[in-house]
């Protein structure tokens, strides 16, 4: 996924490959350096949601990680990544999934699953997003699995309205 955003001129973290090819070698994986600062004013914002547009955009129908669960695959499914729905009270999960009802149908694209200004480092007019190993192939507006950040961190960021506009493909407000 990071070797595909990468390809078309996004800033990602992809692995490095060492000469002969490699990309981790004895537990090691080397990435690129991004300089940079977390977002600090409405036209960094701007420009971050522009970047994760073009993520949603270049990523329709992407699968989700092997072995995780959309809060959408969770309506019926009782497993994925770290989450067992199982081991709760059969009333909290039936109060998790009816949480998750309201959410409304969306595309499924590749979600960042741990987004905030902290994943962020702008420098002058480039934006470059890192911290990717919660990212998988998701339902837009249908969040993460419980434990999971998903959009909830965007809400919590300066950007929350612009990024919910692209998530829910709705006009941003403001």
Do not use: K
Not at 48 to 60: C, D, F, Y
Not at 92 to 114: E, F, Q, S
């Amino acid at each position: 996924m990071l070797d595909h955003l990468t390809v078309h001129g996004l800033r990602v973290p992809y692995a490095v490959p060492a000469a002969d090819g490699r990309r981790h070698i004895g537990g090691v994986t080397v990435h690129p350096f991004f300089p940079g600062a977390p977002p600090r004013c409405g036209a960094d914002w701007r420009r971050v949601v522009a970047v994760l547009r073009e993520v949603h955009r270049l990523t329709p129908g992407w699968p989700q990680r092997p072995g995780f669960a959309s809060a959408n695959d969770l309506m019926t499914a009782t497993t994925g990544g770290d989450v067992d729905l199982a081991a709760l009270p059969s009333e909290a999960v039936t109060r998790v999934r009816a949480a998750w009802r309201p959410l409304p149908p969306g595309p499924r694209c590749v979600v960042h699953g741990d987004f905030g200004g902290g994943n962020v480092l702008v420098d002058g007019t480039t934006v470059a997003i890192v911290d990717w190993d919660e990212a998988g192939g998701r339902t837009v507006a249908g969040g993460s699995a419980p434990g999971g950040t998903s959009d909830r961190a965007a809400r919590r960021t300066p950007c929350r309205e612009h990024y919910h506009g692209t998530c829910l493909n709705v006009p941003a407000r403001g």
